[in-house]
Structure formats: structure tokens, C-alpha cells
């Protein structure tokens, strides 16, 4: 049967869809080190996110180096932009108007720049004026400093922010830490007050950049360690408690991934978290974990199914595909998170399908994506993986020094594409052409018409809503993906 698929990433227009020869290719540069990155509606242009840093390849008007950039995947073209505050390790969501809001970052290091100030509460807005973008920070501030908070928009159209570090420093000393969360407007903008989360503070010091998903009762599933729940952000209150997945630590500093598979039919549209990869400690010589849980958090039966990578890996990240699989990659095999803790990258994309619990090996690159490394679906259905950047400062090719093992992973610039199995070979000139919507407005009554063209023999037709997020350490939020029943 010929599995077909239209992927809407909400309010964007879709992409030129090309034959691709090649499962893994390099098709561009991403300017600046890709550490967040996120595809910006309406255009599927892509917005790389870094940090004040000593070297990129792109400048400013104002002859500073650029920290973010906007890549157009069509074109490979690269713009430079500019932020007013430092974005390390910032966290981010998109607003129900489509804005992407960035929230916090670190300490300015006004020595290197002084352009660029403190961003540990600050919050960055990105959006399309007239085809162009540029970061606005109008000045709004965090109710209080978060390094490594994540982020997810409600059904309400709020922002749940928690966790992070209220100095940019190391978790492992605990009067650094904010346990706690906020919660910003529809316009991003914070309540003020930092609610304590019991989740949160009894999982230090792996409390940080904690996994979440919306689910669909407007609740939210949160993940931090090996502990999970079901929260109630409106009661601020817990559902219910999830039992301990078991295995190695799953958040930051040893981060895996996490993803919320497809919902559909087939499933009645209930949520299942599924979460890989992991590790022990914050070491270079940190053994990675191999297996991955899947949990429905909404059923009466909370138990952990256990399945296994074909190999270890931390820092291992989750893209949901247009097929109902799911691609892990990224990482590493030994090792953690922090500027040259990891070894052994990981180099094979692995094929999880959840219909028949199986794995496969579905491409391999040559190209190491250590810490600050990110992967994302594009408008066009290929993924596009970026960064590498396990370096307190850009370390490049021509300056490795082979007996700094440290330095053995340089920043990395490249962009690849991953061009999945549904778009190889014959596959790719099989999809809809000439795709129009009726409207981009949704809501949950809404009736959605798509006109689009066909070549023949194709028998199954499936319209599938996409929210790709925004990504950074491994960790995507805001990520997920429903199947529509539609009469195809
Ligand atoms: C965008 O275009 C509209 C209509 O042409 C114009 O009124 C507006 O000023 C433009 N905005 C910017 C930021 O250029
Ligand atoms: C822990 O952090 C606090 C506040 O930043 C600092 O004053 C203290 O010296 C730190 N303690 C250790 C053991 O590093
Ligand atoms: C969350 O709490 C609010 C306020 O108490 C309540 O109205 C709502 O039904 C609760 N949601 C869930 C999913 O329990
Ligand atoms: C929210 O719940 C936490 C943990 O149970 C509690 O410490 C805190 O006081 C509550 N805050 C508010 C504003 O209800
Ligand atoms: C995919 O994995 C399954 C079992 O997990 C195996 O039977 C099959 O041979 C694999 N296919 C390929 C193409 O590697
Ligand atoms: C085309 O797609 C089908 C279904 O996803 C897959 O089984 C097949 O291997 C793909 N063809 C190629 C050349 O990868
Ligand atoms: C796209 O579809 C419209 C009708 O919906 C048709 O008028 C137009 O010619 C089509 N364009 C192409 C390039 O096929
Ligand atoms: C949902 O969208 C439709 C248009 O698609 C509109 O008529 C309706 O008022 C909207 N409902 C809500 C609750 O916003």
C-alpha cells in the first residue's frame, strides 16, 4: 500500500517538494552555532538561536559577530540577526498568533560584546513582517532568572515556564536553583509570580529543562529524572504520579529524548509519551542508557513499556515523521552534557515504529552532533540536523589539537538534510501537489477543506497537523502531531 502524507505545519504554506539521491546529504550552513532553532511559520524558514561567543561566520551591520540567523532550506540562503540579550540555554514556545517566544538565557559577557545584555529573565519574540524576521525584546522580563527552563503554550494559549537556574550556574549546588514555575499570557508576558513544584524540587539537581507535553484535557505531562505527573496548572496541582521509569537518569545533565507519539484514531487520540537514551553521571566516561519507555499517562494502566536502541545514547533527540515513525539521532554514545563531556557520537538515524515496536538503522552521517546539537522536520517532509558545539567557545576545524580530546569535536557548522524513506527513490514524486487550505485559522469546531493534485495510484490519503516547537539540548518542546479523521 502506498502511504501518503501532507504535513501542515500550522499557519505555513507548503514547500517545493524535490527527488532526493541521498539519505543524508550537507546542503548548507547554519552561520552560527545551531544551539536552539526552531521553522518559523509562515515561510518554513528556519531560525538557529546561539549564544555570545568570541566567532561566527556571520557579522552584523555593526561589524559584531550575529548569534542567530535565519536559514531558508530552499535557497540555502543565510541572514544574520541580531539579539539584544545573551540566549544561552534559553527555553521557547510559539504563541497562538504564531510569534515564537524565547524565554531567558545567561549572563552577558560584555568583555566579548557589549551590544548584547544579561538574559537570564529576559523574553525574545521572533515573527514574519512583510517576508522578514528579527528578534524584538521589548523589555518584558521573566518574574524571575531562569538558565535551562522549558516551555510549553497551553490550550488557553498561555505559557507554562519552569525549572532553571537563577544564576547561570552549576545545579549540583542547590541554593542556585528555582524549582518553580510561571506561567506568561497569551502575549507572553509573565503573571509574576514563581510558583513552587514539588516535581521539580525533589528531583534536584535533575530537575532542569524538564520533558513536557499538553495533553489533550488541557492538562500537562512533566517529566524530570526518572519521575513523572500529571499536572494541573490551573489548580496548581498534581493528577496523578506516574512509577519511576526505569534505567539511568533521563534529563539534563543526561539527557535523552522524549516525544509524544502521533495521536490518531486508531488510538482514540490517547497520549503516548515515549522517552530514550539517557545516562549515569555528568562525565566524560558517563555510561549512556540504551533503553526507551513508553507510558500512557491518561490510562488506568501506568506501567512503563521497555524497549531498547540498538545502541546507548545520550543527548539522543526524537522527530515524529509523516509516516508514524519516529527518528532518533544525535548524541552521543559515551559521556553527558557540558562542554567535553561526550565521546563516541552517534552516527545512525534509527527508525522507531511504534505499530509493530521495531527498530532500524535508516541512514548514518559522518558528522559528530555532540552537545548543542538540533534536529527538525521540515515543510517539506526531510529533517534538517544542525550544531555540534561541545566548546565553551567556537573551536575550529583547522584548530584541533588531536591531543586535547576536547577539542576533538570542533563547532560544527554544517547542515545536513535526512531525507526519510517516504521521500527516497519514486516516493517522492508520489504526493500531493498544488496543496490548498481553506483557512489557516483553527479551532476545535473549525471544518477544514485542502484542495490538492494527484498523480494516480495512490490509495491512502492521510491529512496530519504538525507543531514541530522549538529545540535545544535534545529536549523539543511543544512538539506534536494528530492524525485528522478525514474522508480521503
Ligand atoms: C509591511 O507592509 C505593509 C503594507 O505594505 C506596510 O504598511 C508596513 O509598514 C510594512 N511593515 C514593515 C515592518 O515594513
Ligand atoms: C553555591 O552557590 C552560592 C550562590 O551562587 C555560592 O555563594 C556558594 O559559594 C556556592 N557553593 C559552592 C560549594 O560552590
Ligand atoms: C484543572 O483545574 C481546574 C480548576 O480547578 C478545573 O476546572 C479543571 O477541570 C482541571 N482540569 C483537569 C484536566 O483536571
Ligand atoms: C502550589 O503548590 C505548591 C506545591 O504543593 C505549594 O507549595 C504552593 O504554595 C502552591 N502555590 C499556590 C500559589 O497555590
Ligand atoms: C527492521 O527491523 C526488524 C526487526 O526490528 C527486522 O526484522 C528487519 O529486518 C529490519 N529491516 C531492515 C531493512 O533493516
Ligand atoms: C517508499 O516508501 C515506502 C513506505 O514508507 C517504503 O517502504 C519504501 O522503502 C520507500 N522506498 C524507498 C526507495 O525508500
Ligand atoms: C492548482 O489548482 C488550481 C485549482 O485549485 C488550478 O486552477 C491551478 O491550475 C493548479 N495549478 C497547477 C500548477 O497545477
Ligand atoms: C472557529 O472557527 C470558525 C471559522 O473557521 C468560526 O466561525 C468560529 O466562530 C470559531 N469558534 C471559536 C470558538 O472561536
Given amino acids: 500500500m502506498e502511504l501518503l502524507s501532507i504535513l501542515f505545519l500550522i499557519h505555513c504554506a507548503q514547500a517545493h517538494i524535490n527527488a532526493r539521491s541521498h539519505i543524508v546529504e550537507v546542503v548548507g550552513r547554519s552561520g552560527v552555532p545551531a544551539m536552539h532553532a526552531a521553522v518559523l511559520p509562515p515561510s518554513g524558514k528556519v531560525v538557529f538561536l546561539d549564544k555570545v561567543e568570541d566567532y561566527s561566520e556571520l557579522r552584523l551591520p555593526n561589524q559584531r559577530w550575529a548569534y542567530s540567523s535565519i536559514y531558508d532550506p530552499e535557497t540555502h540562503e543565510l541572514t544574520p540577526l541580531s539579539v539584544a540579550t545573551n540566549p544561552f540555554c534559553c527555553g521557547g514556545s510559539f504563541l497562538a498568533d504564531g510569534r515564537l517566544l524565547a524565554v531567558r538565557g545567561n549572563n552577558p559577557l560584555l568583555w566579548l560584546d557589549p551590544t548584547v545584555e544579561d538574559g537570564l529573565d529576559g523574553i525574545r519574540y521572533i515573527s514574519s513582517e512583510n517576508g522578514s524576521y528579527e528578534w524584538k525584546e521589548p523589555g518584558n ?37 528555582n524549582p518553580t514555575y510561571e506561567v506568561l499570557d497569551a502575549n507572553g ?180 552532533r555532540l552537545y548543542h546539537s538540533v534536529a527538525l522536520l521540515l515543510l517539506d517532509g526531510t529533517v534538517l540536523v544542525a550544531g555540534s558545539n561541545p566548546n565553551e567557545m567556537p573551536v575550529l576545524q583547522n584548530q584541533v589539537e588531536p591531543n586535547n580530546q576536547y577539542k576533538a569535536f570542533p563547532t560544527e557548522f554544517r547542515i545536513e538534510r535526512f531525507t526519510p524513506a517516504y521521500l527516497r527513490g519514486d516516493n517522492a514524486t508520489k504526493r500531493p501537489t498544488n496543496i490548498t487550505l481553506s483557512s489557516l485559522e483553527l479551532n476545535m469546531t473549525s471544518r477544514l477543506s485542502v484542495e490538492f493534485d494527484l498523480e494516480n495510484g495512490l490509495r491512502t490519503l492521510n491529512v496530519i497537523l504538525y507543531a514541530g516547537g522549538f529545540i535545544t539540548h535534545a529536549v523539543h518542546m511543544g512538539q506534536v502531531m494528530a492524525y485528522l479523521d478525514n474522508n480521503g
Fill in 189 to 368: 508576558i509573565t503573571q509574576g509570580h514563581n510558583v513552587p513544584m514539588d516535581i521539580l524540587f525533589e528531583n534536584m539537581p535533575y530537575f532542569m529543562y524538564p520533558f513536557l507535553h499538553l495533553l489533550p484535557d488541557g492538562s500537562l505531562f512533566v517529566f524530570t529524572d526518572r519521575s513523572s505527573e500529571i499536572f494541573n496548572v490551573t489548580a496548581n496541582s498534581t493528577i496523578k504520579s506516574m512509577p519511576d521509569m526505569p534505567g539511568m537518569h533521563r534529563t539534563y545533565p543526561n539527557t535523552g529524548g522524549s516525544v509524544m507519539l502521533p495521536l490518531h484514531k486508531g488510538n482514540n487520540y490517547e497520549p503516548e509519551i515515549m522517552i530514550c537514551g539517557g545516562g549515569q553521571t555528568q562525565g566524560i566516561d558517563s555510561q549512556c542508557e540504551a533503553t526507551c519507555g513508553k507510558l500512557r499517562p491518561m490510562s488506568s494502566n501506568l506501567e512503563w513499556q521497555m524497549t531498547s536502541m540498538p545502541d546507548p545514547r545520550g543527548m539522543v533527540e526524537g522527530i515524529l515523521l509523516l509516516d508514524g515513525t519516529v527518528l532518533w539521532l544525535n548524541g552521543c554514545q559515551r559521556g553527558a552534557q557540558g562542554f567535553g563531556l561526550a565521546t563516541s557520537p552517534a552516527l545512525d538515524a534509527l527508525i522507531y515504529d511504534p505499530r509493530h515496536n521495531a527498530w532500524n538503522v535508516s541512514g548514518r552521517t559522518t558528522i559528530a
Fill in 141 to 177: 522580563k521573566l518574574a524571575s532568572k531562569r538558565w535551562y527552563a522549558s516551555a510549553q503554550t497551553m490550550s488557553d494559549g498561555k505559557v507554562f515556564v519552569a525549572a532553571g537556574s537563577l544564576n547561570g550556574m552549576t545545579q549540583n549546588n542547590f541554593s542556585n536553583n
